[in-house]
């Protein structure tokens, strides 16, 4: 039976066809460093730069591999920018939400509106209708009457700020419950509204 996998996963190369990572020991290094630092409630900020096929992905995903199934094991959310998304504000901000949400924009609207809700829930118990109708119109989720009111009455330069401090405080919430890694992929094309939101939600 063909159908939709309950959680997004890689698309680059085949899961059947894993092979071990040669040459790049110094630099899985890093990355393990960085991560034990991470779990010991350190954040920083790593970059994986180098020309397109040098494999960045691969090094990322296996250092992913090193640390899932620990005792403590961090929260591990991954959004890409595109080469033509430069005109799509908050691209990459969506990819990571969809990600911590384990659904992907292709999800039916009814089940993104239902994650979100829980895992708000979730992150913010009574106060989770603060960040709701933002992060909703956000995902482009349709909400109740009151909900979407509450977004629809104010104008653009208001709704962006209220929208970047509803980012910001959703994924600091997030990583202040469980040490959290972001991956940005491409991070070159991300479009400026994403960058504005990781420069303030990362600095």
């Given at each position: 039976?063909?159908q939709a996998k309950a959680v997004p996963e890689?698309?680059?190369?085949?899961?059947?066809?894993?092979?071990?990572?040669v040459g790049r020991a110094c630099e899985l290094?890093?990355?393990?460093?960085?991560?034990?630092?991470?779990?010991?409630?350190?954040g920083q900020i790593a970059s994986v730069i180098?020309?397109?096929?040098?494999?960045?992905?691969?090094?990322?995903?296996?250092?992913?591999?090193?640390?899932?199934?620990?005792?403590?094991?961090?929260?591990?959310?991954?959004?890409?920018?595109?080469?033509?998304?430069?005109?799509?504000?908050?691209?990459?901000?969506?990819?990571?939400?969809?990600?911590?949400?384990?659904?992907?924009?292709?999800?039916?609207?009814?089940?993104?509106?239902?994650?979100?809700?829980?895992?708000?829930?979730?992150?913010?118990?009574?106060?989770?209708?603060?960040?709701?109708?933002?992060?909703?119109?956000?995902?482009?989720?349709?909400?109740?009457?009151?909900?979407?009111?509450?977004?629809?009455?104010?104008?653009?330069?208001?709704?962006?700020?209220?929208?970047?401090?509803?980012?910001?405080?959703?994924?600091?919430?997030?990583?202040?419950?469980?040490?959290?890694?972001?991956?940005?992929?491409?991070?070159?094309?991300?479009?400026?509204?994403?960058?504005?939101?990781?420069?303030?939600?990362?600095?």
């Amino acid at each position: 039976m063909i159908q939709a996998k309950a959680v997004p996963e890689s698309t680059r190369g085949f899961e059947e066809l894993y092979s071990p990572l040669v040459g790049r020991a110094c630099e899985l290094g890093g990355l393990r460093e960085v991560l034990e630092s991470l779990l010991k409630g350190h954040g920083q900020i790593a970059s994986v730069i180098g020309e397109a096929g040098i494999g960045k992905s691969r090094l990322a995903e296996e250092a992913h591999r090193e640390f899932t199934g620990r005792p403590i094991a961090p929260h591990w959310i991954e959004g890409r920018a595109l080469s033509y998304g430069q005109a799509l504000s908050f691209w990459s901000i969506t990819q990571l939400i969809y990600s911590d949400l384990g659904l992907s924009d292709g999800d039916p609207e009814v089940r993104i509106r239902a994650a979100l809700k829980r895992r708000l829930k979730e992150l913010f118990a009574e106060k989770d209708s603060e960040l709701l109708p933002y992060l909703a119109k956000l995902l482009g989720v349709n909400l109740e009457n009151g909900q979407a009111e509450k977004v629809r009455a104010l104008d653009g330069e208001t709704l962006k700020r209220q929208t970047l401090l509803c980012i910001c405080r959703y994924f600091q919430r997030m990583a202040e419950v469980q040490p959290t890694v972001a991956v940005f992929e491409d991070l070159h094309w991300a479009d400026p509204s994403s960058l504005e939101a990781l420069q303030d939600c990362w600095r």
